[in-house]
């Protein structure tokens, strides 16, 4: 089951850290609190077809499990309406 629940809070990327995120900038990293158990907060990335500047605290977001081009398991939102 994918994991749903609310941004809690975000970051929007402008400068890769490293030259292996150059091709993501910019990217939005969210914090996001599930809805069970106790509210735990999970990070991921917000998935680049949503647009950051729409994002609230409270938003409802989904989350996939995807992989990385070398085989790093990411977990990335989307907003569900």
């Known amino acids: 089951m994918d994991p749903v629940g609310t941004i809690y ?3 929007t990327t402008h400068r890769a850290p ?3 995120f150059a091709h993501l900038v ?3 990293i ?3 609190a599930l809805d069970e158990p106790h509210r ?3 990070l991921g990335r917000l998935a680049p077809t949503n ?3 729409s ?3 409270g938003l409802r977001v989904q989350g996939t499990r995807e992989r990385s081009a070398e085989g790093v398991p990411l977990l990335v939102w989307n907003i569900i309406a």
């Open 55 to 57: 994002l609230r605290v």
């Open 26 to 28: 910019p990217y939005t």
């Open 9 to 11: 809070s975000w970051t």
């Open 40 to 42: 735990i907060r999970l």
């Open 18 to 20: 490293t030259p292996e």
């Open 30 to 32: 969210v914090v996001v």
């Open 51 to 53: 647009e950051a500047p």
